[in-house]
């Protein structure tokens, strides 16, 4: 059965990836303002990453560090909110998991757990809304406990590294009931086109997840004549820094 953050949404999927920021626009990526500017765009999907803070609030930031943002060298986990809101305020304001779950009540939320001291509190967080919302994380350990943590309610999902790389591994040697068990449970994949020599993205892996009722959604396309060509592959969701250029591109 198809999970409702996948219906009702225009196909294919663009997926803002931590919001939109534009050229000459100051304002940082996954802040509140850039999350508006998506929603703005006509983007129904944003995708955006949780760390928390020193005392406890889950926050939409994806390094482990202020440093590169603003310039702070401290990791987010040493930082509370009120100050993290200082730092933020002149680069397009914090966004919190629940604001933003709450100011945008018609965005379709993709998370990525970054630190698993917030696995627990993003699946609490996202438990009343987890038809609009997918987690997944690079640590399947920390979608596990993010998902668990939201029972009994279910958001969609999409897996880690260690399940992926058994999925192309098994794709790649033709092993399809492998394949279609590590499918089994899953919503989507989402997956750059290689990681380095190898292809992730072939037309048996996006057939065999299709026949296990699966979506693969690629990252992160900028360019607009490849999200062309990877939709006409098949693919069903670009995942982008250009959701206003993707928009454009595929709906047109």
Same mark, same amino acid.
């Given at each position: ?6 219906? &009702? ?7 803002? /990836? ?7 626009? /100051? !304002? ?6 850039? !999350? ?20 406890? /609030? ?7 560090? =202020? ?77 596990? !406990? ?38 089994? &449970? ?11 020599? !190898? ?10 997840? /299709? ?18 060509? =990877?939709?006409?592959? &098949? ?14 591109? =595929?709906?047109?």
């Amino acid at each position: 059965m198809t999970h409702p953050y996948l219906l &009702g949404a225009a196909h294919p999927r663009v997926l803002a /990836h931590r919001g939109l920021v534009v050229p000459d626009q /100051h !304002i940082a990526e996954n802040s509140f303002a850039a !999350i508006a500017a998506a929603h703005a765009a006509g983007a129904e999907y944003v995708e955006s990453d949780c760390h928390v803070t020193s005392d406890g /609030h889950v926050v939409l930031f994806h390094d482990e560090t =202020l440093e590169r943002v603003t310039g702070d060298p401290r990791a987010v986990r040493d930082v509370p909110l009120r100050e993290l809101e200082q730092q933020m305020a002149a680069r397009g304001g914090l966004a919190t998991l629940a604001q933003s779950l709450e100011s945008f009540p018609g965005t379709r939320f993709n998370l990525d757990v970054k630190a698993a001291a917030a696995a627990v509190g993003v699946g609490r967080l996202v438990a009343e809304d987890a038809h609009r919302v997918l987690v997944t994380s690079f640590s399947d350990d920390r979608r596990r !406990i993010a998902l668990a943590a939201a029972a009994p309610a279910r958001p969609a999902t999409s897996p880690g590294s260690r399940t992926l790389t058994r999925l192309v591994a098994a794709v790649g040697a033709g092993i399809r009931p492998v394949a279609m068990r590590l499918l089994d &449970g899953l919503d989507a994949l989402q997956i750059p086109e290689r990681q380095g020599i !190898i292809q992730v993205l072939t037309p048996r892996l996006i057939r065999w997840a /299709h026949e296990a009722g699966v979506e693969i959604h690629v990252w992160t396309i900028n360019d607009p004549q490849r999200m062309r060509d =990877l939709v006409a592959m &098949g693919v069903d969701g670009i995942v982008t820094d250009r959701a206003d250029v993707a928009l454009e591109t =595929l709906t047109r």
